[in-house]
């Protein structure tokens, strides 16, 4: 069969068609990866703007209510550093004020305090996949967290009783 | 009027050549997936300085395929020019 429209001489002279005829070449696959592989560079680049950008925000001060409403071993949930984004705040069996980004850094469910008990330490607890962080670092302890980045901590200031959340720390290296 | 060859290369390594640029540009393009997702995760992790590095290092990976597809496609177009002078001789 021939296309007398768009065919060549030579399909003229050899008019054998094949299913692959049509098929993608080695060229043409190698040119559409060049495409995927621009569009990384250019994802990595976004980050990079992304990262610059978020330097120059100011860390918002919010005011977290009493500091001694919140009973030893106990905690609560509220928003950092912006309305939609989680996070925790837990006052540990020691005492201690601590608080913490709340989306688990395996695939963003959130943590929970746990307490201590039956011989297992108190810390942070993702029940999707049984991931455990440590809860004076949010280092992972165990789980699929083990493996990943800390959670990002939170700067908390006390004024008298009233408790503020003033910035996100830097997380430790190592 | 000089009849039409083929469309693609029949010179002897060709069409391994063609194979080994395109597993190269593929695992360029698997390197920079590990590397933009990890660069996601430090970023997200709070990392600030590693986005310039790693953004440097995937437009340079983009280079190095741009390069070698560029060289393909002018070492065509230089055989395209020869065949089409060798039909008209």
Same mark, same amino acid.
């Given at each position: 069969?021939?296309?007398?429209?768009?065919?060549?001489?030579?399909?003229?002279?050899?008019?054998?068609?094949?299913?692959?005829?049509?098929?993608?070449?080695?060229?043409?696959?190698?040119?559409?990866?060049?495409?995927?592989?621009?569009?990384?560079?250019?994802?990595?680049?976004?980050?990079?703007?992304?990262?610059?950008?978020?330097?120059?925000?100011?860390?918002?001060?919010?005011?977290?209510?009493?500091?001694?409403?919140?009973?030893?071993?106990?905690?609560?949930?509220?928003?950092?550093?912006?309305?939609?984004?989680?996070?925790?705040?837990?006052?540990?069996?020691?005492?201690?004020?601590?608080?913490?980004?709340?989306?688990?850094? !395996?695939?963003?469910?959130?943590?929970?305090?746990?307490?201590?008990?039956?011989?297992?330490?108190?810390?942070?607890?993702?029940?999707? !996949?049984?991931?455990?962080?440590?809860?004076a670092s949010g280092h992972g302890i165990s789980g699929p967290p083990r493996e990943l980045r800390p959670l990002r901590r939170i700067a908390l200031e006390l004024d008298g009783d009233r408790l503020y959340a003033v910035g996100l720390l830097r997380p430790e290296r190592g | 009027m000089p009849i039409r060859g083929p469309d693609h290369d029949l010179r002897p390594g060709a069409r391994a050549v063609a194979t080994a640029r395109l597993v190269v540009v593929a695992l360029i393009c698997s390197l920079q997936y590990w590397l933009l997702t990890s660069t996601m995760e430090a970023f997200h992790g709070g990392d600030r300085g590693l986005p310039l590095v790693a953004a440097l290092a995937s437009a340079g990976c983009f280079l190095l395929g741009l390069g070698l597809v560029v060289v393909a496609e002018r070492s065509e177009a230089r055989r395209c020019r020869s065949q089409t002078d060798g039909d008209r001789s």
């Open positions: 069969m021939t296309r007398p429209d768009r065919d060549p001489k030579w399909r003229e002279d050899f008019p054998y068609e094949s299913d692959n005829d049509e098929h993608i070449t080695r060229r043409d696959a190698t040119r559409f990866l060049l495409l995927v592989s621009g569009g990384f560079a250019l994802g990595n680049s976004l980050i990079w703007v992304r990262a610059q950008l978020s330097e120059d925000d100011p860390a918002p001060r919010v005011e977290l209510g009493a500091a001694s409403q919140l009973a030893a071993g106990t905690w609560r949930v509220f928003a950092y550093p912006d309305a939609g984004t989680p996070a925790i705040l837990v006052r540990r069996e020691t005492g201690e004020l601590v608080a913490f980004q709340q989306k688990c850094t !395996h695939l963003a469910c959130p943590v929970a305090y746990q307490r201590s008990e039956s011989g297992e330490g108190e810390c942070l607890r993702c029940h999707c !996949h049984n991931g455990r962080f440590d809860v | -």
